[in-house]
């Protein structure tokens, strides 16, 4: 009889089968932790009207989630808390700096209000559908909505520190992030249906395994 693997599960995706390792500290990992840790920071930025340092600051922060997901695959250090960790941190990341914004007056509460309503109904249908053994699955789509969103806040933190410099560059700086923000909750919306579509899916998988057995 073949011995179990020690460390690692494997999880058959759609494209191939994926080794998920149950290890914690990998690099991927603590960047993830580095990411979530800066969000308090960023919210004081962005607060203490340092538009310039916020918007550094977030473009360096969000870097990291481009970068520890590409770490994780070509180190082969995709694990277990990784794949939980990292959606968590998007969606902290997203509602930090919406609380801040929304506080400060930078960005349009009505959007912000639309974005924000996306992250918090994911993350309640994604502790619903964990309670049940169902973890879901990032989709590229949410990831580009993410992006989407990301870019909207840090065009209108742009626009509000360039509007020294006359009204052009913050009014386009503006329409940039109202396109970026139509995008980002059309995109983050319909992956909503696609995320719960998946985690029924699952559900009724393992129910029709558990019934089988």
């Given at each position: 009889m073949r011995e179990p693997e020690s460390h690692t599960t494997r999880v058959e995706t759609t494209l191939q089968a994926e080794v998920v390792s149950t290890r914690v500290l990998t690099i991927p990992n603590v960047l993830t932790f580095v990411r979530i840790?800066?969000?308090?920071?960023?919210?004081?930025?962005?607060l203490a009207e340092r538009d310039l340092a916020a918007?550094?600051?977030?473009?360096?922060?969000?870097?990291?989630d481009f970068v520890d997901g590409r770490?994780?695959?070509?180190l082969d250090q995709v694990?277990?808390?990784?794949?939980?960790?990292?959606?968590?941190?998007?969606?902290?990341?997203?509602?930090?700096?919406?609380?801040?914004?929304?506080?400060?007056?930078?960005?349009?509460?009505?959007?912000?209000?639309v974005l924000a309503a996306r992250e918090i109904v994911v993350s309640v249908i994604a502790i619903y559908y964990k309670a049940k053994g169902v973890q879901l699955?990032?989709?590229?789509?949410?990831?580009?909505?993410?992006?989407?969103?990301?870019?909207?806040?840090a065009l209108f933190l742009g626009a509000t520190w360039?509007?020294?410099?006359?009204?052009?560059?913050?009014l386009v700086l503006r329409g940039a992030g109202w396109i970026c923000g139509v995008l980002g909750a059309v995109l983050g919306w319909y992956t909503v249906f696609v995320y719960v579509q998946d985690a029924r899916t699952a559900l009724e998988r393992i129910r029709g395994q558990a019934a089988g057995t």
């Amino acid at each position: 009889m073949r011995e179990p693997e020690s460390h690692t599960t494997r999880v058959e995706t759609t494209l191939q089968a994926e080794v998920v390792s149950t290890r914690v500290l990998t690099i991927p990992n603590v960047l993830t932790f580095v990411r979530i840790a800066a969000i308090p920071a960023l919210m004081w930025l962005i607060l203490a009207e340092r538009d310039l340092a916020a918007v550094l600051t977030f473009g360096l922060i969000a870097g990291t989630d481009f970068v520890d997901g590409r770490l994780a695959r070509r180190l082969d250090q995709v694990s277990a808390l990784g794949k939980m960790l990292d959606p968590v941190a998007d969606r902290a990341l997203l509602l930090g700096v919406a609380i801040a914004v929304t506080v400060r007056g930078t960005v349009p509460s009505p959007l912000v209000l639309v974005l924000a309503a996306r992250e918090i109904v994911v993350s309640v249908i994604a502790i619903y559908y964990k309670a049940k053994g169902v973890q879901l699955e990032v989709r590229y789509a949410g990831k580009w909505a993410a992006t989407f969103v990301m870019f909207t806040f840090a065009l209108f933190l742009g626009a509000t520190w360039t509007e020294g410099l006359g009204e052009i560059v913050p009014l386009v700086l503006r329409g940039a992030g109202w396109i970026c923000g139509v995008l980002g909750a059309v995109l983050g919306w319909y992956t909503v249906f696609v995320y719960v579509q998946d985690a029924r899916t699952a559900l009724e998988r393992i129910r029709g395994q558990a019934a089988g057995t």
